[in-house]
Every structure is written in structure tokens, then in C-alpha cells.
């Protein structure tokens, strides 16, 4: 799915055992905001189109892990610039300007794509894939680094990510650890009692285990915590 970045802001910060955290709420040109903990959304700019994949939608929030950019915003003219008041030369500059950053793009989509590719098995990785992944990447790079691309040195490293680099998983805005949903609450219920559907697991939490029947809808997570000392 992709979506045009109208604007960005941190919602909510935080800490736990994998570090300091931040939510970022990412709205779209059609006023829909996303969360994500991705550590770069912040940095995204008006005008950014991003694919998210599938956002995930609960209680009508939205959030995504991660994304990838497809076009960044075209380069405007200079302050207190017209069209009319543009030369050859600044409108082929421009056009220059555009063509590199669309080719950025590209280029860094394409080393995302190859890197998962490389990092998805654990066989012997060619030396043919290695040389192709330096030229690419260096490409790529120095395209980002400046708009008058130079070659850099090669930067192949045959290793795969650690832990500690992994994203922290999107969770519900309202803390910073997962908490499960309503069906999943009378699934587990269903299962722990080797029921075969979860059609009699209201009338067990309210009348058995004597919860407040509004509990189950409004605080599974809750529920589910009292109710698993008592199975």
C-alpha cells in the first residue's frame, strides 16, 4: 500500500529492555494518521510517497513496521523564483536534480530487494553476487551522499544483521508492549477448556469466573491476566 507523507511527529517516547523508543504518527494526504517505531519516519517530508505493505488496522488505528520510499518531492525553484523567471540552464538543472533523485530511489529499492535476498538463506553466498551487491551499493550510496555521484571503495561484508539491529515490533498506542485483542482472549479461553468453538466463553468468564461482562470487550489483556491464575 502506498501512501503520500502530509506530514510527521513524534506521538510518544519511551523506554524499555531494547532501548529508548519513539512513536511516530505519520499522516497521509487524506488526513489517515499511521504508527510506526520506525527510527527514520520522522525524518520523512511532505510530499514523500512510501509503501507500507499492509498496515495493520485495530480498533480504527493504523500502524506499519516498516517502509520503503517511491518518490521523493519534486525540487522546487528558489525562493522568490517564477517559472516565467527560469532559464534553460535552471530548468535543465532541475530536471537533473529530479532524474537523481528518482534514480535514487530506484537504486535503493533495488539494494533493499538484494539484501533480503542475501540475508534470507544461509548458503554460501557467490563471489558473482558479492561484486554486484559492492557496485550497486556504492552507486546507491553516493547517489544519496551527493547530487554529482563519485565512486566509493567497496563495503561487502558477508554478515548477517544482529539481534540488536532488528526494529521493535508496532504495538498498541497506548503502551509499549503487545496486548492481546477480544477474540484472541475467548480463543484462549475455548482452548483451555478443549472447547470446540468459543460460543459458550462469555457466559464461562462472567458466570464461572465472576468478570464483569464489559471487561471483555474493554480490557481483554486485563482479563486475560486474572483469568489465567485461576486455570
Not at 506499519?64 to 516565467?84: D, L, M, N, Q, R
Not at 540552464?89 to 537523481?100: C, F, G, H, N, S
Not at 492481546?180 to 459458550?200: G, Q
Not at 462472567?206 to 481483554?220: A, F, H, S, T
Request: charged share 30%; proline share 6%.
Amino acid at each position: 500500500m502506498q501512501i503520500t507523507v502530509k506530514s510527521t511527529k513524534i506521538a510518544k517516547t519511551g523506554t524499555n529492555k531494547s532501548g529508548d523508543w519513539e512513536l511516530v504518527l505519520v499522516t497521509s494526504d487524506d488526513g489517515t494518521d499511521y504508527a510506526t517505531f520506525h527510527k527514520n519516519a520522522k525524518n520523512l517530508i511532505a510530499g514523500t510517497v512510501i509503501d507500507i505493505g499492509e498496515p495493520k488496522i485495530e480498533k480504527g488505528k493504523c500502524s506499519f513496521k516498516e517502509y520503503e520510499i517511491v518518490s521523493a518531492p519534486a525540487e522546487t525553484p528558489p525562493a522568490g523564483t517564477s517559472k516565467s523567471d527560469m532559464t534553460p540552464e535552471m530548468w535543465a538543472e532541475k530536471d537533473r536534480i529530479e532524474r537523481w533523485s528518482f534514480e535514487a530511489q530506484v537504486a535503493y529499492k533495488g539494494i533493499v530487494e538484494l539484501v533480503k535476498t542475501i540475508y534470507s538463506t544461509d548458503k554460501e553466498i557467490p563471489d558473482e553476487l558479492k561484486k554486484v551487491y559492492d557496485v550497486a551499493l556504492n552507486w546507491a550510496l553516493a547517489h544519496f551522499q551527493t547530487s554529482n555521484p563519485t565512486p566509493t571503495k567497496p563495503v561487502w561484508q558477508a554478515t548477517k544483521p544482529t539481534q540488536e539491529a532488528t526494529e521493535p515490533e508496532p504495538i498498541d498506542w497506548g503502551s509499549n508492549e503487545e496486548k492481546i485483542t477480544t477474540p484472541e482472549l475467548l480463543s484462549w479461553v475455548a482452548e483451555a477448556n478443549s472447547w470446540k468453538n468459543t460460543s459458550a466463553c462469555r457466559s464461562w468468564l462472567v458466570n464461572k469466573c465472576k468478570i464483569d461482562e464489559d471487561r471483555i470487550d474493554n480490557d481483554p489483556q486485563g482479563v486475560y491476566d486474572e483469568v489465567k491464575q485461576l486455570i
